[in-house]
């Protein structure tokens, strides 16, 4: 798989603050975050706006930001449908779009989709399969459509290195990202990090439990944290502060920048930070200015 043909900075911002105001907001929003010098914004799915128009909003008002799904959940559409938005999204913005596809979480799939989640694996490689025999018959996009797949363990790593860009890793540590980095090869590795903006060690401990209750309630992240030498007296009550720690970036700016430093380090290509804000809904802009002189300088050093 070729990596190189879309141009994607080495840093970026991965938020779902965006769902969470009006859409011509978002849009001046995606803006500023161009403008800060950030080089792709990264938004999520559960059940809010549609990922793939929620893209092509924040896209339409930037320039030069590309644009990624972290990540457009399979169970969501089917592969032809998939196909259409990611095959629209890169005709309309050329070289600006990275579809990431994930399986998600049992409890998002069964309870939420009424899908069955018993074979993830096999059904992400089943859906590339369709996606690849999908017809698509508006005009066809100039540039390819790059994929790159939710990934965490040795499998679908492995899967992501065969038949996409590469992956995006999400609720992980450094030591992660250096495992990823081997299994992945030459693909493209894409990293999602945690960081607040917080020097007092209780409340910055107390704003990021809020963050890891919320994923160590899923399977896949307590078992991917387990081949890190996690357990469960660390999944306790919204995460241990030894877990709380490697998962979050919390501190001054050089903190979060030695974390995502780190992370470079061990093979990412991109880092894209994810800033907690202190109340769930409110969006971290403040943070996004205040790291972005820092981060920026990091990533044009790379």
Known sequence: MDTAR????????????LDMVPAAEAKQLAAEIEDLGYGAIWIPEVAGRDVM???????????????????????????????????????????????GLGVSHQRLVEDLRGHDYARPLSAMREYLDRMARSPYTAFRPTTPVHLVLAALGPKML??????????????VTPEHTAGARAALGDARLCVEQAVLLETDADRARSIARGHT??????ANYQGNL????????????????RLVDAIVAWGGEEDVRARVAAHYDAGADHVCVQALPAQPRDVPVDQWRALAPALTELAGNR
């Not at 990624?68 to 309309?92: F, H, Q, S, Y």
């Not at 992501?160 to 992956?167: K, P, V």
């Not at 387990?226 to 502060?241: I, K, M, V, Y």
């Open 158 to 171: 492995a899967l992501a290195a065969e038949r996409t860009d590469g992956a995006h890793t999400y609720f």
């Open 53 to 99: 128009l929620h893209l092509g909003l924040l896209l339409s008002a930037t320039e030069r930001l590309v644009g990624a799904t972290g990540i457009a959940n399979i169970w969501g559409r089917d592969p032809v449908t998939m196909t259409g938005g990611a095959k629209g999204l890169t005709e309309a913005f050329p070289e600006r779009v990275i579809v």
């Open 213 to 218: 209750k919320v994923y160590l309630q899923h």
């Open 6 to 17: 879309i141009p994607l900075s080495p840093l970026g911002v991965w938020t779902g603050a």
């Open 226 to 241: 387990r081949r890190l030498g996690f357990g469960d007296d660390d999944f306790a009550e919204g995460g241990s502060d």
